[in-house]
């Protein structure tokens, strides 16, 4: 069993846990369930876009901790600080060291900038769950699902006026997007090796319909690969790791984007 067949088992049991403890009709309620999301698809397309997605994230199965000592209110005020287009904030806990309430924090520091709740979504109730507590998009993962199952769960986030990510490590799970998919991003690392590789995104690039807004993930540390990605069609840079390895991750994101 892989690292991603791990993380998926353990997703079973926590949300049919987590059903048990909050159902849709109690998240349905919750004050965030009802706020206009905020879109990152159109943040990617305004003409002075950085284009960068900073992520909250404190550890990681290949990494280990990367950075335990930083407050999430203060690290995302200063990302959006510095100019990015979004968030991302991870929710997993047993594997990222994230959580729901990271989440709400994130939302309720940051009013007005789009979140992505970024954890490993395989049923609807997570994606009831990410509006009630805060975000503005969710991810789903084309390695993890099937071409159907995608496809639910994409229409149910469009249905609650969320935007969809659909990753992608290669050209077979192009297969799963959808039309109900807003952005593509193509992962850089492998979610069976961990393994990173830049070229990942160019090779998929021109395979990618202009229908989505593309984006790379993983790897991403300096302007130079940005501006490469860029002349090859993404509008969006996924970066956690870069920027939470730091002292101060919001300064380490200004740098970057001052240099963009």
Known sequence: MNILDKIIATKRIEVAAQKKVVDILQLEKYPHFNRKCNSLKSNLLKENSSGIIAEFKQK??????????????????????A?????????????????????????????????LRKDFMIDEYQIVEAKAFGADLILLIAA????????????????????????????????????????????????????????TSI?????????????????????????????????????GETFMKTDNPGEACKQLILKL
């Open 60 to 81: 990681s199965p290949s990494k280990g901790d990367i950075n335990l000592n930083v407050k999430i209110e203060e690290v995302t005020k200063n990302y959006v600080d």
């Open 83 to 115: 100019g990015v287009s979004g968030l991302s904030v991870l929710t997993d806990s047993e594997y990222f060291g994230g959580s729901l309430s990271n989440l709400t924090k994130a939302r309720e520091t940051n009013p007005n900038i789009p979140i």
């Open 144 to 199: 993890c699902l099937e071409k159907e199952q995608a496809k639910v769960l994409a229409r149910k986030a469009k249905q609650l006026g969320m935007d969809v990510l659909m990753e992608i490590h290669n050209k077979k799970e192009l297969e799963i997007v959808n039309n109900f998919v807003d952005i593509i991003g193509v992962n850089n690392r492998n979610l069976k090796t961990f393994e990173v590789d830049i070229e």
């Open 203 to 239: 090779n998929l690039s021109e395979l990618i319909s202009n229908q989505f807004i593309k984006i790379s993930e993983s790897g991403l540390s300096d302007a130079e690969t940005i501006r490469y990605l860029r002349k090859n069609g993404f509008k969006g840079f996924l970066i």
